[in-house]
């Protein structure tokens, strides 16, 4: 199978990559800005690699599209304080360029995965976000942090119409928070420049106290990349089509916590790690208001727990790494290497 990732040196893209190259053999066709995650696969006989611009290098892409069997669209700005400092370019980036290969893929009828959003739910005042029923709600237009979702739900409606009207096989994933090596830049000192798990191990780091919004009462399930690579991995094998047509939340609903528990629990877990004693001994905490940390253009979501229940059944899919263990394979990934990837230019460019 050859599989076309966009947004290959992300996150996720760097994670799906290696799981793919180590465990099957698919050929994986990949385009970025920047290679410096996936550059130890260079020579790799079922690895190709253009360092470009999706919006710059429109002919090759169309011309991957075409070739590859599955195309998985994943650049996209993911930081919130992006959404409220530069609105436009998410909605060009993470509407326009990527509305633009899901065309491409209708036209070539090339079967796309594409990442949708936990942010597209919204403040969905649901006790568990289900992917077909729960309603998605969002704030006034004043209120750029939603520019992300929308771009993001506007897509996924556009992707459901062309399944039905043209054709077109699609996924939808909604990852939950996911966390794990390699999620953003560590060294980016700037607030909101990341997020919030990278945003407070650089604080913690540089020894700088670490911000809680709002007091950090607002709670997320953060689910271990692992776990979501094993999703997306059962999603690329579509056993007997049970993928198609699906939209799936992807995220560990046990691992629901404020962002105060994570602070805290960061810093527990540093002072685990041999030589980082002190410095989270010293670690600082402080509040900050939501306006002053992101502007008055931001919203905050105070609660997000997936229903996974479609996941469960259709990919026979359960996350299972617990939140600790999460956070502190995250935090060894970071404090364990001297090198660390830096594409960060205030925001994240791959999800
Ligand atoms: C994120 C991003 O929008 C996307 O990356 C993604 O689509 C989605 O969630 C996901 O991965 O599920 P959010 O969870 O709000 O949204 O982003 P973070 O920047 O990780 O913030 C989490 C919470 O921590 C927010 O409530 C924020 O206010 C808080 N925070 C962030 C702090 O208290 N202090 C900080 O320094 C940074």
């Not at 290679?35 to 696969?41: A, L, N, Q, Y």
């Not at 700005?77 to 530069?86: D, G, K, M, R």
């Not at 604080?203 to 689910?223: A, K, M, N, W, Y």
Request: hydrophobic fraction near 35%; charged fraction near 25%; proline fraction near 4%.
């Amino acid at each position: 199978m050859d599989i076309l990732i966009l947004g290959v040196n992300g996150f996720i893209g760097s994670h799906l990559t290696a799981e793919i190259l180590e465990k099957t053999d698919w050929t994986v066709h990949g385009m970025d800005l920047s290679s410096d995650r996936i550059g130890k696969w260079e020579g790799h006989k079922r690895f190709r690699f253009l360092e470009g611009d999706i919006d710059i290098n429109h002919e090759w892409i169309a011309y991957h599209v075409r070739k590859c069997d599955v195309c998985l669209p994943l650049v996209a700005i993911a930081t919130p304080a992006s959404y409220v400092s530069h609105p436009l370019e998410v909605f060009e980036l993470d509407f326009e360029h990527n509305l633009r290969v899901v065309r491409q893929c209708a036209k070539y009828k090339t079967r796309v995965i594409f990442p949708s959003t936990s942010e597209v739910y919204g403040m969905c005042p649901d006790d568990e976000f289900d992917e077909e029923s729960s309603p998605l709600v969002y704030g006034p237009v004043t209120k750029s942090r939603w520019i992300y979702a929308c771009a993001k739900q506007l897509l996924d409606r556009v992707i459901l119409a062309m399944g039905r009207d043209r054709n077109l096989q699609y996924t939808l994933f909604r990852p939950f928070n996911w966390i794990g090596p390699n999620l953003d830049s560590i060294h980016s000192a700037k607030e909101g420049s990341s997020r919030v798990v990278t945003q407070f191990l650089g604080h913690l780091l540089r020894e700088e106290p670490i911000t809680l919004v709002d007091g950090g009462s607002q709670r997320r399930c953060f689910t271990h990349i692992d776990d979501g690579i094993d999703a997306l991995m059962r999603i690329l094998k579509n056993d007997k089509g049970c993928a198609d047509s699906g939209i799936f939340n992807i995220g560990n609903p046990k691992n629901d916590h404020s962002i105060k528990e994570l602070a805290q629990t960061m810093v527990r877990l540093l002072g685990e790690c041999k030589g980082y004693e002190k410095i989270a001994k010293n670690a600082r905490i402080v509040e900050q208001s939501a306006d002053k940390y992101y502007g008055g253009q931001y919203q905050d979501v105070v609660r997000r727990v997936p229903s996974i229940k479609r996941a469960g059944e259709k990919l026979g899919w359960t996350p299972k790494i617990g939140f600790d263990e999460a956070v502190r394979r995250t935090i060894a990934s970071y404090t364990e290497t001297s090198t660390q990837p830096d594409t960060s230019e205030g925001w994240s460019v791959a999800r």
